[in-house]
């Protein structure tokens, strides 16, 4: 079993930055590959980034490549994703799942979830 906990989410404005950051616990984080997806009111849950266990493998949706970042620390059980040049069209729940793949991050294939964090990007 794996529990996570997101944090990091706030208010930004657009071309801000915001660190979000997924705690995990239970000894096993080290072997799960990690994924942040991002939902909207109305909107499906949408892939975001993914990384693999060793994290020696990032994957992204198209429409963050180059603005947002995957990375993880298995020492500290922790995976993040920082957020550049934000757009309005980002703001959306931010949560992180471990359990499945790292692509192509297919939302059922995950186990566990977080709660989420929050993101909002003002114009």
């Known amino acids: 079993q794996v529990q996570l906990v997101e944090s990091g989410g706030g208010l930004v404005q657009a071309g801000g930055s915001l660190r979000l950051s997924c705690a995990a616990s239970?000894?096993?984080?080290?072997?799960?590959?990690m994924v942040w997806f991002r939902q909207d009111p109305g909107k499906e849950r949408e892939f975001v980034a993914g990384?693999?266990?060793?994290?020696?493998?990032?994957y992204y949706a198209d429409s963050v490549k180059g603005r947002f970042t995957i990375s993880r620390d298995n020492a500290k059980n922790t995976v993040y994703l920082q957020l550049n040049s934000l757009k309005p069209e980002d703001t959306a729940v931010y949560y992180c799942?471990?359990?499945?793949?790292?692509?192509?991050?297919?939302?059922?294939?995950?186990?566990?979830w977080g709660q989420g964090t929050q993101v909002t990007v003002s114009s």
């Open positions: 239970g000894r096993t984080f080290s072997s799960y590959a």
């Open positions: 799942a471990a359990g499945g793949s790292a692509w192509p991050g297919i939302e059922t294939d995950f186990r566990f």
């Open positions: 990384i693999t266990w060793s994290g020696s493998s990032t």
